[in-house]
């Protein structure tokens, strides 16, 4: 039985994530989700709540066949201890996946097995252009999951990313 790590800040989760933890998903047994920078909400890069993250991954993993966890993981100060931090709130895993050289070199100095994940038509897929497009009043909910669009549009997302871009604009003033 081997279970996995996969960590990020979702924010939102895109086709990108949901593309590589389907490949994941036919290579380990189970996941775990980590919902990075979990303290973090209603700022232009980072809009959304841990727990409104949660529902998005954990809803658009629901057809998937793998048993999932999706668990928020705050920030320390700390870059050395972080493995220990992570281990610290999740289910034992064997295998990270990841893109992100901090989180890799973290991982490998702690003698944990990295698997480098590919990127999925960046260009697209990407959490900073789909922001971009929601506060300029462009299309994309055909860059997320179904599931994705429900939650964002049930908390009034794409308002809240404006207002908080706009209070970020007049405060750099
Ligand atoms: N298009 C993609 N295809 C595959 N993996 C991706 C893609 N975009 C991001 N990732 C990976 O997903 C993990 C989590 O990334 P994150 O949640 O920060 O998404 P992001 O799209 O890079 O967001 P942002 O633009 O807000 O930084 C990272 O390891 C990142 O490399
Ligand atoms: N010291 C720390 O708290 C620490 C170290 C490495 C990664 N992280 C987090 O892991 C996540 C990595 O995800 P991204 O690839 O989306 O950046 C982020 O939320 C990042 O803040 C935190």
Not at 120 to 142: D, F, L, N, P, Q
């Amino acid at each position: 039985m081997t279970r996995a790590f996969y960590i990020g800040r979702f924010q939102p989760y895109h086709f990108g994530h949901h593309t590589i933890i389907k490949q994941i998903a036919e290579e380990v047994d189970e996941l775990v989700v980590g919902i990075g920078s979990a303290q973090k909400s209603h700022e232009s890069t980072d809009p959304f709540t841990a727990g409104e993250r949660v529902l998005m991954v954990y809803n658009a993993l629901e057809n998937l066949p793998i048993r999932h966890y999706v668990l928020p993981i705050e920030d320390i100060k700390y870059n050395s201890i972080w493995v220990h931090h992570v281990a610290s709130r999740t289910p034992h895993f064997e295998v990270v996946y990841s893109n992100n050289p901090l989180v890799i070199q973290l991982f490998q100095e702690a003698g944990v097995c990295v698997k480098q994940s590919p990127l999925y038509i960046r260009e697209r897929y990407s959490g900073t252009e789909i922001r971009r497009r929601m506060v300029a009043g462009e299309k994309w909910e055909h860059l997320v999951p179904k599931s994705v669009v429900e939650v964002i549009k049930e908390i009034d997302g794409v308002t809240r990313l404006r207002n908080v871009s706009a209070s970020d604009n007049n405060s750099s003033l």
